[in-house]
């Protein structure tokens, strides 16, 4: 049982945007940074921001990330049909002395 | 660059035992924490475990405490994960990752290996 919420899934045509939101409460997303992942089809996860809104090196400024207060949220504008994928929040928290992921939104591009 | 390769996975039967180790190369394996993280079959991800970088600290998930043990070798570059009393839930891919930074997200990902449980 995720402490973070995400919703199942999202979708929208190429081109569009998807926002996708990450609910938690003050032990995790309240008092931590907020990451976010990528799951293709078969494969690991893969890194696509980090303490809220920083992206790595390679990871295109069509994805961004925020938060406020114990939510967070992953936008990707631009849809592309690579984007369809699984995503996944994730933080720490202090409470459980845990890492915690969301329980992951699938993407669909229409 | 960063390469992290899990082996050590199979079948094995409840109540078994089975050591995973992920082997790292292309950076300073010292200088980094680790996680193990875990999927069931069609299911999300699962935080395991956490080690610091030299191994002074190390977290569990409730699932798993008592039961799993992570552990390193920082002269062998090598990142273990030890399963005792092994579960039919426990069926999942594991995978290994690097910390990157005050637990705040993490950062590299090895491409992971099936561990069965089953009889």
């Known amino acids: ?110 | 660059q960063v390469q992290l390769v899990e082996s050590g996975g199979g079948v094995v039967q409840p109540g078994g035992s089975l050591r995973l180790s992920c082997a790292a190369s292309g950076f300073r394996f010292s200088a980094y924490g680790f996680h193990w993280v875990r999927q069931a079959p069609g299911k999300g991800l699962e935080w395991v475990a956490v080690i610091w970088d030299d191994g002074s600290n190390k977290y569990h998930a409730d699932s798993v405490k008592g039961r799993f043990t992570i552990s390193r070798d920082n002269s062998k570059n090598t990142l273990h994960l030890q399963m005792n009393s092994l579960r039919a839930e426990d069926t999942a891919v594991y995978y290994c990752a690097t910390e990157g930074g005050q637990l705040a997200f993490l950062e590299s990902w090895g491409q992971g290996t099936l561990v069965t449980v089953s009889s």
Do not use: H, M
């Open chain 1, 1 to 110: 049982q995720s402490v973070l919420t995400q919703p199942p899934s999202v979708s929208a045509a190429p081109g569009q945007k998807v926002t996708i939101s990450c609910s938690g409460s003050s032990s995790n997303i309240g008092n931590n940074y907020v990451s976010w992942y990528q799951q293709l089809p078969g494969t690991a996860p893969k890194l696509l921001v980090y303490e809220n809104n920083k992206r790595p090196s390679g990871i295109p400024d069509r994805l961004s990330g925020s938060k406020s207060g114990t939510s967070a949220t992953l936008d990707i504008t631009g849809l592309q049909t690579g984007d369809e994928a699984d995503y996944y929040c994730g933080t720490w928290d202090s409470s459980l002395s845990a890492y915690v992921f969301g329980t992951g939104t699938k993407v669909t591009v229409l």
